[in-house]
């Protein structure tokens, strides 16, 4: 557990002295249980993010700029619409040793508290009126749901219920630290710790006895109670004079530098720590972005999986294609046993289950398999009749093998439009896409508003105007309704990307323009991570639809070559 009361004691100061006194300017909902808020504090922006997923719930302040990742805000996401922007936040604080954190909000509305509970499994975000009843929160918690705490518009806040068997740490004596080790000799000791005291997380009791022991699985009756006494009051001391250090522990094995853990505070027990500027910077790098590509990893995971699934049944078919059109021996062998039956027909005897003759004065004997049950006239023209339907079907093989590498292609777009997806709606339509063409076979998925994303939009200081398509959908909108027929048409060879129009307006494209619009077909494709792309440009007149084709494919021709390095708009 990284996110626990005293990340969160930390993260309360750092929020205090960033954010205290700021004007909100601005509130997103980044999904369904994440939100977010602009903030202007001390000459600058800031955005905070608060999360109250299930799993990964957390609060930070995000390095970059968060956006809406939905079309249709949550009533609390419009909620703060009204009671939160422009208003100014007061100060931020947690009641003690709880994982909660609290902003004090005063805005044209009136005070309004907005409460962030950051607890796996029960996480929530809940805006407060003055007089405490719930205006909203993210999640709502019926009686149906919860019996004992209720979270629904209208009611009264029950903050989460005291640890009434547990005591605050500052408060701890060595005497009766030594009899809770005394009374279980048997039990770990960090098992003690995280049973007995407040604030102790399970990352925290193994720092502790780490500290006092050498391993964090020491059993009570091997630990010194004075030496863990002592470890408990230097590391809490540092807590109560707010002396933070936060960091994390790269795993030093993994060539990304996955990070591992991270804290407020030194892990001595994990290897490769390493400190960071603030606690905020150390969650955002556990957690990672919220924006971005590498955003809604966890999003595009089932999608790629069915991607690969459907790339894999397609390769196979077209394989067994490919190979079918290399049995044209086979093929011949059906009509050559069958002239052969028909010229020894009269030499064979009754009852003959095969024989061997020579098609050509040179060549080697062929064998031919009878049925005994029937005339050797019969035998031939059943062999006439099996090369008849092998050829009629190895006639349209070449149709076949184009018709399954168009598919293939297709595929290798739409997991092209997932890797750059940025936000769920653009996840959403590579979903839509395989649903609309049967790879997706679970129940069909609706997003919500039924939004479509839109190409992206560069104007280059000239004045020239970009269109860049980021998925299929997109590009066969920006080749066909943005761009005329004189315009420039980009795309990367031979791999799959995004379609580029530069809008010329009669005017003669400068190669500097050119090459900037090259540069971005690059990086919105496959070839974004190499060190150089090859470019196609060509007019727009000369590119059309692939007959029969899925959205976006397209055959093209009079093409120029411009090698670029990939870069962003």
């Avoid at 990964?56 to 990742?69: I, T």
């Avoid at 049973?195 to 500290?211: H, N, Y």
């Avoid at 339907?389 to 149709?399: D, E, F, I, L, T």
């Avoid at 168009?406 to 777009?413: I, M, N, R, V």
Wanted: aromatic residues 8%.
């Amino acid at each position: 557990m990284n996110f626990d009361a005293v990340t969160i004691m930390a993260l309360v100061d750092e929020l205090n002295t960033t954010l205290s006194g700021g004007r909100v300017q601005d509130s997103v909902q980044v999904d369904q249980e994440t939100l977010g808020l602009e903030i202007y504090a001390n000459h600058q922006r800031h955005y905070l993010l608060m999360s109250a997923h299930q799993q990964f719930a957390r609060v930070l302040l995000s390095e970059e700029k968060l956006r809406r990742g939905i079309p249709q805000p949550s009533p609390l996401g419009l909620l703060l619409r009204r009671y939160v922007e422009g208003a100014r936040i007061d100060g931020v604080h947690q009641p003690a040793w709880e994982r909660v954190i609290i902003l004090d909000i005063d805005g044209p509305e009136g005070v309004f508290e907005l409460v962030i509970e950051p607890m796996e499994r029960r996480a929530n975000i809940l805006l407060l009126r003055a007089d405490g009843t719930i205006a909203d929160c993210i999640r709502r918690v019926g009686p149906q749901d919860n019996r004992v705490r209720i979270s629904l518009p209208g009611q009264p806040y029950d903050p989460p219920p005291p640890q009434k068997l547990k005591r605050d740490p500052y408060a701890l004596t060595a005497d009766r630290l030594g009899e809770w080790l005394d009374n279980q000799p048997g039990e770990r000791a960090r098992q003690i710790l995280t049973g007995k005291l407040l604030g102790f997380s399970p990352q925290i009791a193994k720092e502790v006895v780490f500290r006092a022991t050498g391993a964090i699985n020491t059993k009570a009756a091997d630990t010194s109670a004075r030496v863990l006494f002592s470890v408990i009051e230097d590391l809490f001391g540092a807590f109560r004079a707010r002396e933070w250090e936060p960091g994390v522990s790269v795993q030093a094995s993994d060539q990304d530098g996955e990070v591992s853990a991270y804290s407020a505070y030194p892990l001595t027990h994990l290897d490769g720590w390493t400190p960071v500027a603030s606690i905020s910077q150390a969650i955002e790098r556990y957690y990672g972005p919220l924006v971005g590509e590498g955003a809604y990893e966890a999003a595009k995971k089932p999608v790629r999986a069915v991607i690969h699934e459907a790339q894999a049944k397609v390769g196979k078919k077209l394989d067994s294609l490919r190979r079918s059109l290399q049995d044209e021996a086979e093929i011949e062998h059906l009509r050559q046993s069958g002239e052969l039956l028909l010229a020894y027909q009269y030499g064979l005897g009754p009852g003959q289950t095969a024989f061997k003759a020579q098609y050509e004065v040179d060549g080697p004997e062929i064998e031919i398999v009878l049925d005994p049950g029937i005339t050797p006239l019969d035998n031939a023209k059943r062999y006439f009749e099996k090369y008849e339907k092998a050829k009629r079907a190895r006639a349209g093989v070449p149709q076949l093998i184009a018709a399954t590498e168009q598919e293939l292609a297709y595929l290798g777009q739409l997991e092209t439009d997932l890797d750059l997806a940025t936000n769920w709606p653009e996840i959403g339509e590579v979903q839509d896409m395989l649903q609309v063409h049967g790879y997706w076979h679970g129940p069909k998925t609706k997003r919500p508003g039924g939004e479509w994303s839109g190409p992206l939009k560069v104007t280059t200081e000239s004045g020239y105007v970009i269109w860049v398509g980021r998925n299929s959908r997109q590009n066969d909108n920006v080749t066909f309704s943005k761009g005329n027929s004189d315009d420039l048409w980009l795309h990367v060879r031979g791999v799959p990307g995004a379609h580029v129009i530069i809008k010329s307006n009669g005017r003669d494209v400068p190669d500097s323009v050119i090459r900037r619009a090259a540069a971005i077909a690059a990086y919105y494709s496959r070839a974004r991570t190499e060190s150089r792309a090859l470019v196609d440009v060509t007019q727009r007149k000369y590119v059309r639809k692939i007959k029969g084709g899925k959205p976006g494919m397209v055959t093209y021709r009079n093409e120029s070559p411009v090698d670029v390095v990939p870069a962003p708009e």
